[in-house]
């Protein structure tokens, strides 16, 4: 994480952004399956770059149940996240574990990817960022409720298009 916020100042102070990724308006919409309270669901989520500084990057997350089930949860929050801490850390959570995997996704390839696992009470949100772009390819989320795997599926950020990578 020290060499990430180095090469932060660095690409800053050069006038670079350091990730391919830091623009206003840059955005990854997701789509997967989830279990909400024993039924399956068609579940979205979008992360969209509202607004950024030197080491703040301004963040949109916006997640939806497709049909609506009872007692679901629906999320739409905005968040600075540190940019030298390299993954947006969830809320009152704490990282349990961090490594490499080769991640297969639809539309996208196999990539490599840093894998953050986090938990919090009884649940488990998974960060599965691409080593190359540093944005998440893959996010999971576990708790009691709801198991919810969402995989990339359409964005503006170069290099991470599904059907440009291989």
Request: charged share 20%.
């Amino acid at each position: 994480m020290v060499v990430a916020a180095a090469l932060t100042t660095l690409c800053f102070l050069a006038g670079q952004p350091p990730y391919p990724w830091l623009f206003k308006g840059a955005y990854a919409n997701y789509y997967g399956k989830a279990i909400v309270l024993s039924t399956p669901v068609k579940a979205s989520a979008r992360l969209e770059v509202l607004d950024y500084n030197s080491t703040h990057v301004k963040v949109l997350t916006h997640v939806e149940f497709e049909p609506p089930v009872a007692g679901a949860w629906k999320t739409r929050d905005v968040y600075w996240v540190d940019l030298r801490s390299g993954v947006p850390v969830p809320e009152n959570s704490e990282l349990t574990w961090a490594y490499e995997q080769e991640v297969y996704i639809e539309g996208v390839g196999a990539r490599t990817c840093v894998v953050y696992e986090f938990t919090r009470d009884n649940s488990t949100i998974i960060y599965y960022v691409d080593k190359e772009a540093w944005w998440p390819l893959k996010i999971s989320i576990s708790t009691s409720e709801l198991e919810l795997d969402l995989e990339i599926a359409e964005t503006n950020i170069p290099g991470l298009s599904p059907g440009e990578v291989t």
